[in-house]
């Protein structure tokens, strides 16, 4: 199906469900997104290359090519476009394997379509996100640039997804301060609920399998994680204790 005019960017609607795509298509569009919709894998291969969308909603349980692989072929291409996974089953395995993939948050069925719509904004607004103050961060041979959104190590560039970017970029910013679970997930995920918690702990494992050595994030235990200061930088939040404001 061809995209329809939008404001916001199109959305690649990967489903097989008429109903689900008739009424995920019409909140999109209430919302000021253009719609495409592929009804198996191998269409929405085709179509993300072909249209380039903003981002995907992509069912898991898919004919032809299921979700999980479409999203590793992607991945593997170098095509880093926001993916929101949808899963018929409240199955740990399938979430984590779909964001150890590459996926930047998932939403199980059945599911609210104001509530999809709100995660794929949410992802969005990491991609698109303006930084404010400082644009380039440094931790070591580590190195964040907040406006191109491009992180390399050693002049090397490393690919992240929209959500491991916000999620290293947040901790940075803030070096030394510990963030719990729970306020990663509402400041970079945009929600908060404890179910979620274990989608923190897979990005962060995936932020460090990507850069190695060069990772300044640390696990506090029993709390959650922190960005570690560049060595012999001052503490400029008088001893990097837990963050209350979670900014």
């Not at 918690?197 to 995936?206: G, S």
């Amino acid at each position: 199906m061809p995209a329809t005019p939008q404001t916001r960017g199109v959305v690649l609607v990967v489903e097989d469900e008429p109903a689900i795509v008739d009424v995920l298509a019409l909140n999109l569009k209430a919302a000021g997104y253009g719609v495409a919709v592929a009804r198996d894998g191998a269409a929405a291969l085709t179509l993300t290359r072909s249209i380039r969308p903003s981002a995907l909603i992509l069912d898991i349980g898919l004919p032809t090519i299921d979700g999980i692989e479409v999203c590793r072929r992607l991945r593997a291409s170098g095509d880093w476009t926001p993916i929101l996974f949808v899963t018929a089953r409240d199955d740990e395995v399938d979430r984590v394997l779909g964001l150890e993939l590459g996926a930047d948050d998932y939403v199980t069925k059945p599911f609210s379509p104001r509530e999809v719509v709100a995660r794929l904004t949410g992802v969005l607004r990491r991609v698109r996100g303006v930084p404010s103050g400082t644009t380039l961060l440094r931790h070591g041979e580590l190195a964040v640039d907040l406006t191109s959104h491009r992180v390399e190590v050693s002049g090397r560039e490393v690919a992240l997804t929209a959500t491991e970017f916000a999620l290293l970029a947040h901790l940075m910013r803030r070096p030394g301060v510990v963030f719990t679970r729970e306020q990663l997930l509402s400041d970079v995920w945009g929600y908060a609920t404890t179910a979620g918690a274990r989608t923190v702990d897979v990005h962060v494992a995936q932020v460090r399998g990507k850069l190695g050595h060069a990772s300044p994030i640390r696990t506090v235990r029993s709390v959650g994680y922190a960005a570690e200061r560049p060595r012999g930088a001052a503490d400029p939040h008088g001893g990097g204790g837990l963050a209350q404001d979670g900014s």
